[in-house]
Every structure is written in C-alpha cells, then in structure tokens.
C-alpha cells in the first residue's frame, strides 16, 4: 500500500481533510482514509506533499483524432473559419499518425486526466486506446447534410460502432456533430438509433452562427456550405432548441458542449426539457476559436451541472483539464476553487456514467490522485503559478 499526504485532501465526498492521508492498494483502489482531526501523528512510509491533492481528472469532450493540427490552424476566425481549416485539412488526407497520438496521450496522462468523453470520426484512435489506462467513452459522431446519402452516412457510423464495441468495449455510443451539421432525415435515423442511449454528446451554441443558419440560412455557416457547394434543403429550419428536444433521447445523459452563446432562455428550456443535461465547457477551444467565454455565472444559475472539457489540440493548446480550470479561474475569480473543482472531477464522472469509482476521493473507488501546488490557502484559491502533479 502507498500512503500521500498533503496540507489539505479536498475529497469532493464532505470538507477539506487537513493533513489528511490516503492510503492506495496496487491497483489504485483507495483502501485508507485518515482524518486527524486536529490530533495529527505520523504513519510509517508516508509520502508529505506541500499542497493539496484532488481526485483525478474528467475529460469530458476531446477529439484525440486532431492532435496532429496542433499549432497549425489560425485563431479567432469564429466557427464558420474554424471549421473551413479542419474541412481542408482533412481532404488533403491528412491524419494523426502514431508519435502525434502517443503524444497527446502522454500528456493527458501526465496531467493528471483519468477519463476522457473522445469524439471519434474514424477508427484512428482505436488500436492506442486498447493499451491505455485512461478510461475512453467513444462518441462515434455522425454528421452529413445531403439527405440522399443519409442511409449511406449512418451505414459508416454503424459500422464504425461495431469496430469500437468488439475492440474497445460497451462504452461507445452514437451521437450527433451539431444542430447544423446533420439533414434533417439524418436526424430522423439517428434519433431512433440513440433513443435508448444513456450518453449523448453534441456540440451546441458554439457560435451565433448555428441559430443563423437554422432559422435563415444566412452567417458564415451558410456562406461555408455555399462555398462547398452542398445543398441545404434538407437541413432542419427550427431553432436549435427545439431540434434538440425533438431528436434527442430526453432522459439520456445530455452533454451539451461548448455553450459559448447560450442564452439564459433557452438554457432554460434544455434544463426543464433534459432532467439529466450537463453543461460542458471548454473554454480554451471559445478563446481560440470565438474569442469569447460562455457567461459561466448565468449558466450555474440554471441548475444544470456544469463539466469541462478541453476540444482538441487544434483550438486548445492542451487537453489539459487542470488548464481550463485555471482559465476559468482567472476569468471569473468569484467561482469557489471547490466548485471548478466539481466541475473537473465528480461532475464529469457523473456526465460519463462513472461515478461509482472515478470523482471523488472514498474508499473502495479508484479515482486518481493529483497535487495541486502551490495553492493559495488563505483564499481557497488556485494561483497563476498553481501546477498539476499526478501522484496515483
């Protein structure tokens, strides 16, 4: 058994344990926790760290399959440019290659990440994640505006499921790119595929394009689809809200992402219409691509929990999570560490359906531990010089 402590474990489970001790087995499984209260001792092969340790880490939206356009694309184009970069990166055939994906999943290791929600358009991830410890939830992303070859594009997405479920396992799941990127008879196919799914994932009001091209067939996102020349007859015309409860499984786990310009009302609405929604952020991903941050205020007002994720190593300079605490952090510094905390662990655990073992620091579950140094304790804060160590 391997004993850490620090000044303070914040366990998500109850209080900060000040000078408290977690002992894990070999295979990571929390076997002790010892509280002093206040009548500290010492315990042999103890392992003091200045700081405080958290549970690890929930990346809940990435797409591994980017990492090769790291540094590569420009920034602050909004959604419309983003999505034009990786369109003709991707026909001219590039793709991630071995060193680009053993890279990025280093990183989100050392990082101190336990659990990652992966966006996969292909099987290019498949082969790395079998030799992993990190715990996957592949969403097979099915997108396509040409109603005619709806048939066609869910016939590749199915196909794509079967490979993930015989060599990855039960944790793969269909789900929808975005609001306008899917005909409305794709929607309709892939509706009665994911009703009984128990996670959906999709990218939502990433930018005030999406309602544009919905509603009016006007924006960046229009002038793309015009520019490529592909029809948008059989595009859905209502607002985004209103897509989303007609062709998304209602009770599922929802994973709305992004939510850069989600207003209070319709945020509203998703909470009344989707009991089990959460409230992805990724707030690294909307500086690059949009320049702006959701008002992250206004949606914990909402009531819907909020998790984090990091996009991609195309708009994120890293698929750390501990990183778009520290962003939110500085930009919102009237949100309580406990709560980014939350935010990163146990919610996301809850977003995956892992909540059993993965989230918070409690016996019998095998969770990660990271240290966060240094900590600014007087204010309960992290501070710009704040680092992540992964210990377990």
């Known amino acids: 058994m391997r004993r850490v402590s620090a000044n303070y474990i914040y366990t998500n489970a109850g209080e900060p344990i000040r000078n408290g001790v977690?002992?894990?087995?070999?295979?990571?499984t929390i076997v002790e926790i010892i509280d002093h209260k206040g009548q500290e001792k010492e315990y042999a092969h103890t392992e003091f760290r200045n700081g405080i340790i958290v549970p690890g880490f929930v990346n809940c939206h990435c797409h591994l399959e980017l990492s090769h356009l790291k540094n590569r694309l420009s920034k602050n184009l909004g959604l419309a440019g983003f999505v034009n970069q990786i369109r003709n990166h991707r026909l001219s055939g590039e793709a991630i290659d071995d060193t680009d994906l053993a890279d990025a999943m280093e990183s989100i290791i050392k990082d101190g990440t336990v659990a990652v929600a992966d966006i996969c358009n292909t099987t290019d991830s498949f082969f790395a994640k079998q030799c992993s410890k990190i715990h996957f939830v592949n969403l097979i992303e099915v997108l396509g505006l040409e109603g005619e070859k709806a048939q066609w594009i869910m016939d590749k997405a199915l196909a794509t499921k079967l490979i993930a479920d015989e060599t990855l396992g039960t944790n793969s799941y269909l789900t929808p790119h975005s609001v306008y990127s899917l005909s409305t008879p794709l929607l309709e196919m892939l509706s009665k595929e994911i009703a009984t799914n128990s996670i959906v994932s999709?990218?939502?009001?990433?930018?005030?394009?999406?309602?544009?091209?919905?509603?009016?067939?006007?924006?960046?996102?229009?002038?793309?689809?015009?520019?490529?020349?592909?029809?948008?007859h059989d595009a859905p015309t209502e607002n985004p809200v209103e897509i989303v409860k007609k062709h998304l499984p209602r009770w599922a786990n929802i994973l709305f992402v992004h939510n850069t310009y989600l207003g209070a009302p319709q945020a509203d609405e998703l909470a009344r219409h989707f009991p089990n929604a959460y409230l992805v952020l990724c707030p690294a991903?909307?500086?690059?691509?949009?320049?702006?941050?959701?008002?992250?205020?206004?949606?914990?007002?909402?009531?819907?929990?909020?998790?984090?994720?990091?996009d991609s190593l195309a708009s994120s300079p890293s698929l750390s999570v501990f990183d778009q605490m520290r962003i939110i952090s500085s930009r919102f510094p009237s949100i309580a560490f406990t709560e980014l905390l939350k935010w990163g662990t146990i919610n996301g655990a809850k977003a995956i359906a892992q909540d059993h073992r993965l989230g918070t620091v409690e016996l019998g579950k095998t969770p990660g531990l990271n240290l966060i140094s240094p900590f600014d304790f007087a204010n309960n804060r992290l501070l710009p010089t704040s680092r992540i160590t992964k210990l377990i």
């Open 22 to 28: 977690v002992g894990v087995d070999d295979n990571g």
């Open 202 to 232: 999709i990218h939502f009001a990433e930018s005030p394009e999406e309602e544009k091209f919905t509603l009016q067939r006007a924006g960046g996102i229009a002038e793309n689809y015009a520019s490529w020349s592909l029809s948008t």
């Open 285 to 310: 991903s909307n500086i690059f691509i949009e320049n702006t941050l959701p008002d992250i205020p206004m949606l914990m007002g909402t009531g819907m929990p909020i998790a984090l994720g990091t």
